[in-house]
């Protein structure tokens, strides 16, 4: 799978503990997004950017952060005051002309 | 912000017959309608999109149907096969940012 990753596939981390997830894309998308995915609940927005080095709060923003300091490239950290961080994170992107979102293979964390 | 609610949450079809699920917008300006697959384990996927400024558009046994006025959208899938069984979600979006998405429609076509 090219185009767009997410490392690691799974991760495994304690209560209390910042993590950091990797997402890389070679497709020279200008925009990139973070989604999290619950059972249920669909696709939930965490935070969006457009261009490098600016970002925008989604619908879910509080106890994540995120930096665009390269055009491919858009970690999304959760920090220890997600109060429920234990889900599936996708990460996306897309250019403008097209619409389409194209989505890597996704990061299950398990915070315990 | 926009809200999309869709359904139903669960379908159960026979091989072979149609499928539909129905997605409902809030947010009037919102222009662009796409649907995604997710089969199990694996990334959501782009199956079909419509823009607001036509009412259908078909792609072989797949078509999507926009009500702009009622702000309702549905998908079709007709002659359904075991491989259509996955997670479908709708979507929508002013524009190609901050899509909203809804909760997901679990289909599974009974062999």
């Known amino acids: 799978d090219g185009g767009i990753t997410q490392s690691p596939k799974y991760l495994f981390r304690k209560e209390g503990q910042n993590v950091t997830l990797s997402c890389e894309q070679n497709l020279n998308h200008d925009a990139m997004y973070w989604y999290r995915q619950d059972p249920g609940q669909g696709l939930r927005l965490i935070y969006y950017?457009?261009?490098?080095?600016?970002?925008q709060k989604g619908d879910i923003a509080e106890g994540y952060s995120v930096s665009r300091e390269k055009k491919e490239s858009f970690p999304l950290t959760v920090t220890s005051a997600q109060k429920n961080p234990t889900a599936f994170y996708l990460c996306?992107?897309?250019?403008?002309?097209?619409?389409?979102?194209?989505f890597g293979p996704g990061t299950r964390l398990t915070v315990t | 912000g926009e809200n999309v609610e869709q359904h139903p949450s669960t379908l159960s079809v026979q091989e072979g017959d149609s499928a539909v699920i129905k997605c409902t917008y809030s947010?009037?300006?919102?222009?662009?309608f796409p649907w995604y697959k997710q089969e199990l384990g694996k990334r959501p996927q782009l199956i079909i999109d419509i823009r607001s400024n036509v009412g259908e558009k078909k792609d072989q046994r797949i078509a999507v149907t926009l009500n702009k006025t009622a702000k309702h959208f549905s998908l079709h899938i007709t002659e359904t096969q075991p491989e259509d069984s996955a997670v479908y979600f709708c979507?929508?979006?002013?524009?190609?940012?901050?899509?909203?998405f809804g909760t997901g429609t679990k289909l599974q076509v009974i062999p």
């Open positions: 947010d009037s300006a919102s222009n662009y």
């Open positions: 996306a992107s897309n250019q403008g002309s097209t619409y389409e979102q194209y």
């Open positions: 950017s457009q261009i490098v080095n600016d970002f």
């Open positions: 979507a929508a979006s002013m524009g190609y940012q901050k899509v909203t």
